[in-house]
């Protein structure tokens, strides 16, 4: 809901309260504002006022006593009660409309799934690739499903005036349509540890869909933007080697990547062989071939789903892992 | 020195009893204080207590303040600055504005305002005190054993998840609450059955009205929070399960539960403030109180729809949004009966005689702070509002206006007005009003930048923040430092009194309720014999009395020997 209600000090543009409206539901949200803001300034000035008028005109003079007044009065008393209620319901009303506008994600709009882990964000994007910062074209509804891998966060843009808990074990959803081409901090509301006050990233909104579809096919053309070392890493945190292959020496699920490179590995079957590049493709794509003694055959292949270039990429990764 | 009244005055048919034995110095030695079952020795070992806590959780805030005039380091790091916050907090809150006015005032005046010997049940008051000191020094514990970082909410799973003292402090919170309960109990058996001849519900002070209805609040909410904190102590000793989503535990049950109790206990905080300002509006305006049923009825009103509106915390936490419509709806009906009050305290003021004495002066800071207070909190009540501004600096500026701006500021009014009566002592009115006009300043300085801190765009919670916020930061901070100082003033100034102060007449603001009408400080059973009590407001049955120093009853004015009438129960 749209109230027409002017902002004194700034519109649109960044202002005394508020930073730039970023996102259709901005203005509605900071009408409402304005509305209450103006609201309360009357009723701030006016009891203030009156106090101030009652110290200086009723304040103690030697031999002058209070004036006895009425004690009660039902008119008046009514009638400070009942204006309070009908303005705090038409308060009610425009935040109840805007906030329907802000919580009802459309029917179709451009899907983003959110991870937000102690203390970073991560944005998948449909074509799969994911990214620390959040990447959005102008004009267009914009879907966040977001689940968080241990506490509570909480994303906020302020430009774009909309905020959402991200809970570990439920989805939360949040939708915005920028209006505006641009950066803005995007960040974590929610009380979540050490490194609360660094969750903090960008959101850059593209001015056209074919900017960001540009953007997006060039970010994600991995082996062309990153080291091999860094594309490895790309695929060891975003294909989900992280949950099981640790990188301090410690076993999980799996044998840590730490120092792994070159050294001989023992094998359920009592064979055994040094771990070079070989021995890591094939336990890539045929993960159940040679089972590190100690360890259960529970890993699934990747066969298909990661190029050669990938999986040098990765084993680049493991090398580089002293 | 007063005059001191003897049998030999022509005077001495005042009701008054200037006696050299009060409850102060009539038994001696530390058992006589740690064993007393009088009221106001309880009264007085609580609001040292709070003090204590109050300038520990003070020392916090002021360093927590100094980390901020910076986004990078200036102080110390971000655990440390984490668990500050939290202290300060969880300090501020259930060992400052929860007991402060209710069970450190309270304790004092209720049972003298009623004209009673003490509370219902002395022994359990004692208990309930001990009982706070043991919760406090579950406190004090946790901040040895490893500090506290989870916020004072306690929000799970951080909660359960934390290497931190989790469990010694919901332990201490757990018997802090006991605490609350007792008190609450206390005071609601003491004022059904111990208000004397001639009080009515409809001529009891609005203060203890407050105070009934905080303690409605204490007896039914606080429970909920025990039962909370129990249940996260075992999920983390046990991990059964309950808040912990691994284990298939909803968090957001959690918040439900908190704020059960916690959005009721804010008014456990404000109620009893709002009585104190009732009392001292009028007292000091020398005015009857403007619509007496219309506040009564209003303090029952808060009480009874602050349980209804424990959702609005939660508006982004994921709740349906029929929830959080229903929620928004309720928590506006809060605020009629707030301003309700507010207007009552301005049309009290309308045609008084305004004496500015440091607890007026106190009473007025209330009405200007608890007036931004309450109306920011309708920007947090409207829905669209709020998911901008939720967990952002502007709610941090709004509880303080409320917590720290109108319940402390209400508790600092109630010690002024009151310190004549507890202490015995008149205090410096000059450095008394100093100290009020640093706190005003400093307060406002402190906490009117971090709302536009909030709408900008700078979350709560933040141990560093982007370089645009440092201004505002820097004001917040200085404002905070006047703040701890003048409050570092005020507290000189009282106890200076004690032992510089002039003694003080029974009766030195003109009071009308009864515990004007006890010696101060009051004997050790308050009065003689049963006070009779009249409406607490009509200021016009006490005269000024140049020998005493002080105001005494109409009919002891030897001029006025025909006005008796006027005293008791007159309608007005």
């Known amino acids: 809901m749209k109230l027409f209600i002017p902002n004194l000090l700034a519109n649109g543009e960044a202002g005394f309260w508020f930073p730039s409206q970023g996102s259709t539901v901005a203005e509605s949200v900071d009408s409402v504002y304005f509305f209450i803001l103006y609201v309360c300034t009357f009723f701030f000035v006016l009891i203030v006022g009156l106090m101030v008028l009652f110290m200086i005109k009723y304040r103690h003079r030697p031999g002058v006593e209070a004036e006895k007044t009425v004690t009660h009065n039902l008119t008046l008393e009514l009638s400070w009660s009942v204006i309070p209620t009908l303005l705090t319901i038409v308060m009610f009303w425009i935040g109840f ?104 990233t960008n959101v850059v909104v593209h001015e056209t869909r074919g900017d960001f579809d540009k953007w997006l096919q060039v970010a994600s053309d991995i082996h062309k ?58 336990s890539i794509l045929e993960p159940q071939s040679k089972i590190v003694d100690g360890f259960r055959p529970i890993m699934p292949t990747f066969k298909g789903q990661l190029t050669d270039q990938d999986i040098s990429a990765i084993i680049a990764f493991i090398k580089s892992q002293k | 020195m007063a005059t001191v009244v003897d049998s030999s005055n022509p005077k001495s048919n005042f009701p008054i009893q200037y006696r050299e034995l009060n409850y102060l110095n009539c038994s001696k030695g530390w058992k006589s204080w740690f064993f007393t079952l009088d009221h106001k020795r309880i009264g007085i070992m609580y609001l040292i207590g709070v003090t204590c806590s109050f300038f520990l959780g003070g020392i916090f805030a002021v360093l927590l303040r100094t980390e901020l005039l910076s986004p990078s380091k200036v102080l110390m790091g971000p655990d440390a600055y984490n668990q500050m916050f939290t202290l300060h907090g969880a300090i501020m809150t259930f060992l400052v504005i929860i007991p402060g006015v209710p069970a450190a005032i309270g304790n004092i005046i209720l049972p003298v305002m009623l004209g009673a010997k003490d509370v219902a049940f002395p022994r359990m008051n004692l208990g309930s005190f001990y009982l706070w000191m043991f919760g406090a020094a579950f406190f004090l514990a946790a901040i040895v054993l490893g500090g506290l970082d989870t916020g004072w909410t306690f929000y799970t799973p951080y909660s359960i998840t934390t290497s931190t003292a989790v469990i010694t402090a919901l332990l201490g919170v757990f018997i802090l609450g006991f605490s609350s309960i007792f008190t609450g109990l206390n005071f609601i058996v003491t004022i059904h059955t111990m208000r004397p001849p001639g009080m009515t519900w409809f001529k009891m002070p609005l203060f203890l009205w407050a105070l009934y209805a905080t303690a409605l609040i204490q007896i039914l909410a606080t429970p909920v929070l025990g039962i909370t904190g129990l249940l996260l102590v075992v999920e983390r000793a046990f991990h059964i399960g309950i808040f912990d989503p691994t284990l298939g535990g909803d968090p957001v049950l959690f918040q439900h539960f908190f704020w059960f109790y916690s959005h009721p206990a804010v008014y456990v905080m404000i109620l009893p403030a709002m009585g104190v300002i009732s009392e001292v509006i009028a007292v000091h305006s020398r005015k009857h109180i403007f619509g007496y049923r219309f506040i009564a009825y209003s303090s029952i009103a808060i009480a009874v729809f602050g349980f209804l509106v424990w959702g609005h915390h939660m508006f982004v936490s994921g709740q349906s949004r029929m929830v959080a419509v229903i929620f928004s709806a309720i928590t506006f009906s809060v605020s009629i009966p707030s301003a309700i009050k507010v207007f009552n305290w301005l049309t009290t003021m309308y045609k008084g005689s305004i004496r500015f004495t440091t607890a007026m002066c106190y009473g007025l800071a209330f009405i200007f702070i608890f007036s931004i207070g309450g109306l920011t909190g309708l920007f947090l009540a409207t829905l669209a509002t709020d998911v901008h ?56 300085l402190t906490f009117f930048p971090q709302f536009i801190l909030g709408t900008r765009g700078m979350p709560r919670r933040y141990y560093t923040y982007l370089p645009e916020f440092q201004g505002l930061h820097i004001m917040s901070t200085m404002g905070a430092y006047l703040l701890g100082l003048s409050s570092a003033l005020m507290a000189g100034v009282l106890i200076y009194s004690v032992y510089r102060g002039k003694k003080a007449p029974a009766n030195p603001w003109g009071g009308a309720s009864l515990e004007w009408q006890c010696s101060s400080p009051p004997p050790h059973n308050n009065f003689d014999h049963p006070p009779l009590a009249g409406d607490p407001y009509v200021m016009e049955s006490v005269v000024y009395n140049e020998e005493v120093g002080g105001f005494v009853p109409v009919e002891c004015q030897g001029d006025n020997k025909e006005s008796v009438t006027a005293s008791g129960d007159k309608e007005v």
């Open chain 1, 97 to 200: 409309t805007s906030y329907l506008d802000m919580r009802t994600p459309p029917a179709s709009s451009y899907e983003i799934d959110v991870v937000a882990k102690k203390w970073s964000w991560a944005f998948k994007y449909p074509n799969g690739w994911i990214e620390s910062e959040l990447h959005i074209p102008k004009g267009e509804d914009v879907t966040l499903t977001m689940a968080s891998d241990d506490v509570i966060h909480s994303l906020w843009i302020p430009a774009f005036r909309t905020k959402m808990d991200v809970v570990p074990g439920r989805y939360t959803q949040e939708w915005f349509n920028a209006t505006k081409a641009g950066t803005y901090p995007l960040m974590c509301a929610e009380y979540c540890g050490q490194k609360h006050s660094e969750m903090v």
């Open chain 1, 225 to 282: 933007n990153k080291t091999p070392v860094e594309a490895g890493e790309y695929f060891y945190k975003s294909r989900g080697c992280i949950q099981c292959h640790s990188l301090d020496g410690v076993p999980k699920n799996g044998p840590s990547f730490k120092e792994l490179f070159g050294k001989e590995r023992k094998f359920t079957d009592g064979t055994s062989t040094i771990a070079d590049a070989n021995y890591i493709r094939q």
């Open chain 2, 389 to 444: 501004l939720h967990d952002t600096y502007f709610v941090v500026a709004h509880f303080h206006y409320v917590m720290m701006g109108s319940s402390l500021v209400g508790l600092f009014a109630a010690i002024h007005h009151w310190w004549p009566k507890i202490s015995g002592k008149m205090f410096n009115e000059f450095w008394g009003r100093i100290a009020c006009l640093g706190v005003f300043l400093g307060f406002n």
